[in-house]
């Protein structure tokens, strides 16, 4: 089973930020957060990975506290399109590193 | 981001009936994986495959499951007698290596009949 605990779903207004929490209590040291999101029946499309840093790229923000057990998922200015699940998954990136997806967050963005 | 590239899109087979779902490789990429999704349900990881073994696999992925890249063409994932609950959504994923992102495909939809 997945190891992250998510909220079912969450809305937001186009336009605003939207932050979608994470929990990943049982993270260890050698394991990084990634997130991907679904939209539809797509397949899963990745967004960002951090370890202990806080990252940045050109979708969203990713920033993981101090101890590591939670991170949050910000999208900047969300947009119709960022409807979708979205997951939150910690895993070693090692040679194998399959991902172990959970119910994810469904983000509903409202006009 | 990579494109992935998964043929077909849609797949209609009988019971008891073999498939072959294909995804289409780029070179440079040495990580492969299949996942599936029964609609409704969660992603589920099938199987990994790196330098031309499989390196996991889940208690899904049976003896009626196989996977190859014969001679660096496309990866692919085979059912040989296919059954009502192999109905879903088939996900090809790749990795250029160990410490990149997993890319997905759009999916081939498996309806067995």
């Known amino acids: 089973d997945a190891k992250t605990t998510q909220p079912p779903s969450m809305d937001c207004a186009e336009g605003r930020a939207a932050n979608l929490p994470c929990n990943h209590s049982t993270i260890s040291g050698n394991e990084y957060v990634y997130w991907y999101r679904q939209i539809h029946s797509q397949g899963p499309q990745y967004i960002i990975h951090g370890l202990k840093n806080n990252e940045t790229n050109e979708m969203a923000s990713l920033i993981i506290t101090e101890d590591r057990k939670s991170s949050t998922l910000i999208l900047p200015h969300a947009t119709l399109r960022d409807t979708a699940v979205y997951y939150c998954?910690?895993?070693?990136?090692?040679?194998?590193?399959?991902?172990?997806f959970g119910k994810g967050i469904t983000l509903s963005v409202r006009p | 981001e990579p494109e992935v590239t998964q043929t077909p899109s849609h797949q209609v087979t009988q019971m008891g009936q073999e498939v072959i779902l294909r995804c289409v490789p780029i070179?440079?990429?040495?990580?492969f994986y299949w996942y599936r999704q029964i609609l409704g349900q969660k992603v589920e990881f099938l199987v990994s495959f790196y330098n031309n073994e499989i390196s996991e696999k889940s208690e899904i992925f049976d003896d009626q499951f196989s996977v190859e890249r014969p001679d660096g063409s496309n990866f692919t994932l085979k059912i040989r007698s296919t059954k009502l609950e192999d109905s879903a959504m088939y996900f090809c994923?790749?990795?250029?290596?160990?410490?990149?992102?997993?890319?997905f495909g759009d999916g081939t939809r498996l309806s067995i009949l």
């Open positions: 998954i910690h895993v070693y990136s090692g040679a194998n590193s399959k991902l172990t």
């Open positions: 994923a790749r990795r250029q290596g160990r410490w990149q992102p997993q890319h």
């Open positions: 070179s440079n990429h040495l990580y």
